[in-house]
């Protein structure tokens, strides 16, 4: 199947500091790609809806200035967590959605990233 | 809104014992239904789906049958390998709803020899 990479895997960062999370499609070009956040023992919320040449879409409650998305080519979309604080520990996840299927264009996860922030 | 719910792990069971994860779902319209296998250091996986009631999703001897009646999508193992530990997790999709996936929890599954 289609595979999608993330990187790093995890990091660790201060408090104030700004980290940037990659997410590729490795072997597929996907004009959406989405993210998501999980807390331990937690589902997978949705964060956001990342389509490639245009701004992202937020889910409620979502700060789209603290979590800056970028989907500059069609099998690269970045997060950045701007000015981390603690709060902001979690395990990251991404998925791209294979277009051109007709009905349920399934999504592909990533391995996802686990952020520490002291 | 619309949620899942689905069973709290770990479930740990011995090789060839049956597995039943149960999910149930809360939504406004018909959604279709999935479940995703996450192994250790893996992405998500599509595991299986059913996209309507009664439809009967299958794939590597799992099986799980779209209830609306119960709203229910219980994952199902006749005889589970210690291949098959990993955290599970159950999903709807809803075309009014953007065609998001909503997720439960996970379960975490531990297959021992």
């Known amino acids: 199947g289609a595979v999608v990479s993330q990187h790093p895997s995890w990091v660790i960062c201060k408090s104030g500091t700004s980290v940037k999370i990659e997410c590729r499609s490795l072997?597929?070009?996907?004009?959406?790609m989405f993210w998501y956040r999980q807390f331990p023992k937690q589902s997978l919320m949705l964060m956001a809806t990342?389509?490639?040449?245009?701004?992202?879409?937020?889910e409620q409650g979502v700060e789209k200035d603290k979590f800056l998305i970028n989907h500059a080519s069609l099998t690269l979309s970045t997060l950045t967590v701007t000015s981390a604080h603690p709060e902001d520990s979690s395990f990251y996840i991404c998925?791209?959605?294979?277009?051109?299927?007709?009905?349920?264009?399934?999504?592909?996860f990533g391995p996802g990233t686990r952020l520490t922030v002291l | 809104g619309d949620s899942v719910t689905q069973m709290e792990g770990p479930v740990t069971l011995s090789e060839e014992a049956f597995l039943t994860i149960n999910c149930t779902y809360t939504?406004?319209?018909?959604?279709?239904l999935f479940w995703y296998v996450q192994y250790p250091g893996e992405g998500l996986q599509l595991l299986l789906k059913?996209?309507?009631?009664?439809d009967k999703g299958s794939n590597k001897g799992f099986e799980a049958t779209y209830r609306k009646e119960t709203t229910s999508f219980h994952l199902e193992k006749g005889s589970v390998q210690v291949s098959d530990s990993a955290v599970y997790f159950c999903?709807?999709?809803?075309?009014?709803?953007?065609?998001?996936?909503?997720f439960g929890g996970g379960t975490r599954v531990l297959v021992k020899p």
């Open positions: 998925s791209a959605r294979l277009p051109g299927l007709a009905g349920y264009n399934e999504q592909f």
């Open positions: 072997d597929f070009q996907a004009t959406t």
């Open positions: 990342s389509n490639e040449g245009s701004k992202a879409t937020y």
């Open positions: 939504a406004t319209g018909y959604p279709s």
């Open positions: 059913a996209t309507k009631a009664d």
């Open positions: 999903a709807l999709r809803l075309k009014a709803a953007g065609n998001k996936l909503t």
